[in-house]
Nanobody, 120 residues
Framework: QVQLMESGGGLVQAGGSLTLSCAAS????????VAWYRQVSGKQRELVAG???????NVVDSVKGRFTFSSDNSENTVYLQMNHLKPEGTAVYYC??????????????WGRGIQVTVSA
């Protein structure tokens, strides 16, 4: 069974940086689009950044210029480098993989999520 395991979360002050990692148990990243989502308590899960099956990376406008998505297929690992973090970035961050990353209904695999807390 495919597993996605996030790591690297934690508590950071506003303006600080964190790098999240997501390791897959198999080579699913070579055949799936991969994304980072986040969810604030009481709100819907939202896309943050990802890479399509064709290899195009994208980050949403709210984090553009501060967050960077990267991948290492040889290690079956993707990363989310988060700089200049803001308190509104506090959320549970999820690694996800599937046919289309922009639509939750097409996500086939989810990690358990990891907490990121940004203090003011």
């Amino acid at each position: 069974q495919v597993q996605l395991m996030e790591s690297g979360g934690g508590l950071v002050q506003a303006g600080g940086s964190l790098t999240l990692s997501c390791a897959a148990s198999g080579s699913i990243f070579s055949t799936n689009a991969v994304a980072w989502y986040r969810q604030v308590s009481g709100k819907q899960r939202e896309l943050v950044a990802g890479i399509s099956i064709g290899g195009n990376t994208n980050v949403v406008d709210s984090v553009k210029g501060r967050f960077t998505f990267s991948s290492d297929n040889s290690e079956n690992t993707v990363y989310l480098q988060m700089n200049h973090l803001k308190p509104e970035g506090t959320a549970v961050y999820y690694c996800a993989a599937g046919e289309i990353i922009s639509t939750i209904g097409f996500i086939s695999y989810w990690g358990r999520g990891i907490q990121v807390t940004v203090s003011a």
